[in-house]
């Protein structure tokens, strides 16, 4: 919403610098997104063009000689080309400083010479249009500073940002209301009186209400002599200031006083409105109608229509009008509607249409259905300075109106919630500016709410309407204590330190995008059947919620590949998303923890496993080897299971899946869900007494076929080693001739001590005997001499 | 010769060997035969018995005179000869340690990771709990819940992203943390003071300043006899501690659904620190989030009494605090997962 301080105070007399009066405006919760101070400009004179000749040398120039005051001829080199001779213009004379910082001064232009410069509207701050120079019109003084006369000199335009809940300031009326009441100065809403023809609205036009849910109340007026020409100057850059093109006297006085009080109005050439009748209904689903821009819109059941005496729809109710009513050059009786809509009924209808204007955003935020006839009056007074006739009477037809909420207010509730300790009376001198009246009983203020603060329903929209006028700023600051320490969660802790572990083992933390396009999965080698998609996505790179991080992650390598960043170490932790399990609303959503080394193969994953559940303090999980995991390598994968469930995967990423992501050599992969992790560490871990006694090492190593898993033979040793077993490590892995095809030999450094004794080389020899046996009689291993 | 120029005479010669040995393993040889028994000295010792009873005082005082001499000599001559030889050996180990290749092998959290820890710190300071939930969400966490029934205006304020799961209840990526607020009123009774940060969606194209998906950390206080002034208070205890002592915290009227009064929060403009420069608009001020008193149909709406109970409740981007912190002007380049970003932090 833009505002000019000269339109403001129209209406109140507040004061202040430009500055002042921008932050009062913000902290009333009307935020000042700019602001700009006209200069008086006064080396900028209004012209008159007096001969256009074209230049001798030059095509693309014209010598215009304008009158700039004094009746003698001025030659001036220009441009543009849209003047003739009469018109006035702006004429930026020698030494005038433009807004843009250039001096005018007197030259020669191919051997012509100027002496000064036309501008266009742009040049001198008025408005975007810098096609041509700013014809003015209007009745201007020739030789007279042009900022002075169009009332714009030391003027003040802010840009402020509205917020739904205060439909009241979508107009310079309430911005006016609202900083008056701040500046404790009057705020006057004037009565435009206007001079009537004897003739009566009631033989020439009537309205009827057959919705009344829809429409409250119709206010309409007829004007007749209407001349559908060009609006004074003033109007004109009032409303281009305020962001509304001018178009003609009709379209631009029914934008003024929509910006002006608020109200978003519509006019009707009335005599293409049969017997001047309207009707308002809802329409039939399918109706049609051509709208003002010559659109042909297909109307649902819930819009509103306005229809003429053949109950044909000639308007979409506060959303656009029809074309065949429409205002013409030809226009010369207007029919005049300022009516009120129910809010719901136009949010749908302007959603549903894809129409939204200026007047259906005041409309669906609720307007103020009690300044109709102010508003009608005012728009007549206006059209009336410029020649029109106004016929006798107003139409003033109602509807439901929701009545007028009278709302108590708790002085100790105010204070209880905004921290405050105002009196009734401090309530009542904050409301009563800005249009609420009060009476006080005891400890309540029963406040009722003006009909242009529809937002205002009760009593803690009042208390907010309260702080507002108090200040924030005036509220003393409290900072309330917790009765509890604050802390994070063990597992918040406990997340924070896996990733603490990764970045110190030199792991870079990542945070990919969390969507994913189909060909992203299916690249990665994952299923893209059972994924969750993005029902109105911006792009198809968007489309999918992504169901693991490998995607991600391989994105981000194929990147700094290409970025040659050489080789990486990466993790990630984020949320994955599936179907909804049985029962479910939601989507299936779980935390994963992916870690990738690139140019390393599958060691590297295992050792990052083995990182991560030191980390934690995880040391029951086993791992399974797959050969069926999607998206990782077949023979180079296993699953890891702890208590009987899979909690993540370790291995390589698919050979095939790199490929298809230009992912030059081995990517080493693990995955973990992070809650199931979590949920097996060990918060207390009792302590195990460390054995005095002194402790012997010994060697075994096992001829093992490939398809047994080394670490069920480890698992076989742990427990035939029972209490004497104080560590086990795996240290050599030899394939080779000694050992042929599909075998290899894998070899044990195993540490035993007893608790409570030295052991002996008898007792040593009878635990390594029972090792050995356990596993040959486990497993299709031997032990190699 | 007298028993007394004997012994100067072994003196000398015991001073003489051992100012001469020429390192210190000599040095280290000859010792036994500079003070056992075996040495001149040692051998006179064994004389004083042959002496006159007269001169013995004497002579064994010049005796231990002598010894204490040599010895003295012999360890002041160790210390200068170990230190020399250590010298000597430091050489041979002299290293150019700018020639030492670099590799830090450390790794980096993502700033989004580091800066939501920070923020969590502190709050969990101010004595907060850190709450988190789903990504995804339904309809009544995001919005109805929030006091945004589904016909409501407002909800315009957000552009959603809705999920595809066939019929049902409409599911959708959360456009704010605030249903985590939802959901700890539901389970937790107050009093409450819990931040929640996490990762939200808007249906935005991604430009400098926008993401489809980004963070931020919402915080709600819900208590007995909390007031608007507490959260002013809060709030600005929160900027003093995060930004430091020099950045202030004001409050400007705004709209939420779910806050009545609203506000946005602004703090000192920590470039100009208050004078007003080109990010702030040279307003001084710059907008950091949205807070407000917890609107009463919140509360009902998760059975919570508002006649017993407020609170207040607050949001801002992490993401942008990140970039504000480090000067980074395109928010794109914090997901790009660029090693050479993500290693600069």
């Known amino acids: 919403m833009r505002v000019l301080l000269s339109w403001l105070r129209e209406f109140a007399p507040v004061e202040g610098t430009p500055a002042e009066m921008g932050d009062q405006m913000s902290m009333l919760g009307m935020a000042v997104e700019s602001l700009d101070v006209f200069d008086p400009m006064e080396s900028i004179v209004v012209a008159r063009v007096l001969d256009l000749k074209p230049h001798p040398d030059a095509d693309r120039i014209q010598l215009v000689d304008v009158d700039p005051g004094d009746g003698e001829p001025l030659q001036i080199c220009c441009g543009a080309f849209n003047m003739t001779v009469g018109d006035l213009v702006p004429l930026a004379t020698i030494g005038t400083v433009m807004p843009n910082g250039m001096e005018i001064a007197k030259r020669k232009m191919r051997g012509e010479t100027s002496n000064g410069m036309l501008c266009s509207a742009a040049e001198i701050g008025l408005g975007s249009d810098h096609e041509g120079i700013f014809i003015l019109s209007g009745e201007l003084e020739v030789g007279e500073p042009l900022m002075a006369q169009i009332g714009l000199a030391g003027d003040v335009l802010y840009d402020l940002e509205i917020n739904p809940n205060r439909p009241d300031a979508m107009s310079v009326a309430g911005v006016a209301r609202d900083l008056a009441a701040h500046q404790g100065v009057a705020f006057v809403m004037p009565d435009w009186s206007v001079e009537e023809t004897s003739e009566s609205i009631d033989d020439v036009a009537d309205v009827v209400i057959h919705e009344p849910d829809l429409c409250g109340r119709f206010v309409a007026r007829v004007l007749r002599n209407v001349d559908v020409g060009v609006s004074p100057m003033w109007m004109q850059m009032r409303l281009t200031l305020c962001g509304m093109r001018p178009i003609s006297s009709v379209v631009d006085v029914s934008n003024y006083v929509m910006l002006e009080l608020g109200t978003p109005n519509h006019t009707y050439d009335l005599d293409k409105v049969p017997n001047g009748h309207l009707g308002v209904r809802r329409a039939v689903e399918g109706e049609e109608l051509i709208t003002l821009d010559d659109s042909e819109r297909t109307l649902r059941a819930s819009d509103g229509v306005i229809v003429d005496n053949t109950d044909t729809a000639i308007g979409i109710a506060g959303v656009m009008g029809g074309a065949s009513t429409e205002i013409g050059e030809s226009t010369s009786n207007v029919l005049l509607e300022v009516a009120w809509w129910n809010e719901r009924s136009i949010a749908e209808s302007s959603t549903s249409l894809g129409l939204r204007s200026e007047a259906s955003a005041r409309f669906e935020r609720g307007t103020d259905w009690d300044v109709n006839t102010r508003a009608v009056n005012r728009f007549c007074a206006l059209l009336s300075d410029q020649g029109a006739t106004v016929v006798s009477g107003i139409i003033d037809v109602r509807g439901n109106l929701r009545d007028t909420p009278v709302v108590d207010v708790r002085v100790p509730r105010v204070n209880a919630m905004l921290g405050t300790d105002l009196s009734a009376d401090a309530i009542v001198a904050l409301l009563e500016p800005i249009g609420f009246s009060c009476c006080v009983s005891d400890d309540v203020v029963t406040a009722t709410v003006p009909t242009f603060r529809p937002d205002c329903e009760f009593e803690i929209d009042i208390i907010e309407e309260i702080a507002r006028h108090h200040g924030y700023q005036a509220i003393a600051k409290t900072v309330p204590k917790s009765p509890d320490a604050g802390h994070l969660t063990s597992v918040q802790t406990a997340r924070r330190e896996l990733k603490a572990t990764l970045a110190g083992a030199g792991f870079n933390e990542i945070v990919p995008s969390p969507f994913l396009s189909p060909d992203d999965v299916i690249r990665s080698g994952l299923d893209v059947d059972a994924v969750v998609e993005v029902r109105n996505p911006l792009a198809a790179e968007e489309s999918i919620m992504r169901p693991s991080l490998l995607p991600g992650v391989l994105s981000v390598i194929a990147y700094n590949q290409s970025h040659r960043s050489g080789d990486l170490a990466l993790f990630e932790m984020g949320h994955t998303f599936g179907v909804p399990l049985a029962g479910e609303t939601l989507p299936d959503e779980n935390t994963w923890l992916a870690v990738a080394v690139t140019g390393s193969d599958a060691t590297a994953a295992k050792a990052g496993w083995d990182l991560v559940a030191a980390s934690v303090g995880v040391e029951t999980a086993t791992l399974v080897n797959r050969d069926d995991l999607p998206g990782l390598h077949p023979t180079r994968a296993a699953e890891i299971e702890l208590d009987g469930r899979t909690i993540g995967r370790v291995g390589e990423v698919d050979p095939g899946a790199l490929e298809a992501w230009s992912i030059s050599g081995r990517v080493a992969w693990l995955e973990v869900k992070v809650d199931d992790l979590l949920a097996a560490r060990i918060e207390s871990k009792p302590y195990r007494v460390v054995s005095t006694q002194p402790s012997s090492d010994i060697d075994l190593a096992f001829m093992v076929p490939d398809d047994t898993q080394a670490s069920a033979i480890e698992a076989t040793l742990v427990e035939a080693g029972g209490d004497d077993l104080a560590s086990i490590r795996l240290f050599d892995v030899y394939r080779g001739e000694q050992v042929g095809d599909s075998a290899r030999s894998v070899a044990w450094a195993l540490r035993l001590q007893a608790r409570d004794r030295t052991m002996t080389d008898a007792d040593i020899a009878v635990v390594r005997q029972r090792c050995i046996d356990a596993v040959e009689s486990t497993h299709p291993a031997r032990l190699r001499d | ?345």
């Open chain 2, 1 to 345: 010769m007298s028993v007394h120029d004997q012994i100067e005479d072994a003196r000398a010669q015991a001073l003489s060997r051992v100012e001469n040995a020429p390192d210190l393993d000599a040095l280290v040889a000859i010792e036994p035969s500079l003070f056992g028994k075996k040495s001149t000295l040692g051998g006179l010792k064994r004389l004083m018995g042959q002496v006159d009873a007269s001169e013995r005082a004497a002579i064994g005082k010049a005796l231990n005179a002598a010894q204490q001499a040599v010895r003295e000599a012999f360890d002041s001559v160790r210390v200068t000869l170990a230190a020399e030889m250590r010298r000597e050996q430091l050489e041979t180990e002299r290293m150019d340690l700018t020639e030492v290749p670099c590799a830090p092998n450390l790794g980096h959290l993502h700033l989004i990771s580091q800066t939501t820890q920070r923020l969590e710190d502190v709050f969990v300071g101010m004595g907060f709990t850190v709450s988190e939930g789903p990504e995804a969400e339904t309809d009544w966490y995001n919005f109805t819940a929030l006091n945004l029934p589904s016909w409501h205006p407002a909800r315009s304020m957000w552009d959603t992203l809705y999920l595809d799961l066939g019929s049902g209840e409409d599911v959708l990526l959360r456009t704010h943390t605030s249903p985590v607020q939802v959901r700890v009123m539901e389970q937790q009774r107050p009093p409450i003071y819990t931040v929640c940060p996490g990762r939200v969606f808007r249906r935005d194209t991604a430009d400098a300043s926008h993401l489809p998906a980004f963070h931020q950390i919402e915080g709600l206080v819900v208590d007995e006899g909390i007031t608007f002034g507490d959260l002013a208070g809060t709030l600005d205890e929160f900027t003093a501690a995060y930004f430091g002592e020099s950045i202030k915290s004001r409050l400007r009227p705004s709209f939420f659904p779910f806050t009545e009064p609203s506000a946005e929060f602004d703090i000192t403009c920590t470039i100009c620190e208050g004078a007003g420069c080109q990010t702030c608009a040279r307003t001084g001020w710059i907008e950091l989030g949205g807070c407000g008193v917890v609107h009463p149909n919140v509360l009902s709406n998760v059975g919570i009494d508002p006649e017993c109970y407020s609170g207040f409740a607050f949001g801002f981007g992490i993401d942008r605090l990140a970039l504000m912190r480090h000067g980074i002007s395109d928010l794109r380049d914090m997901f790009t997962n660029d090693v050479r970003f993500l290693t600069q932090f």
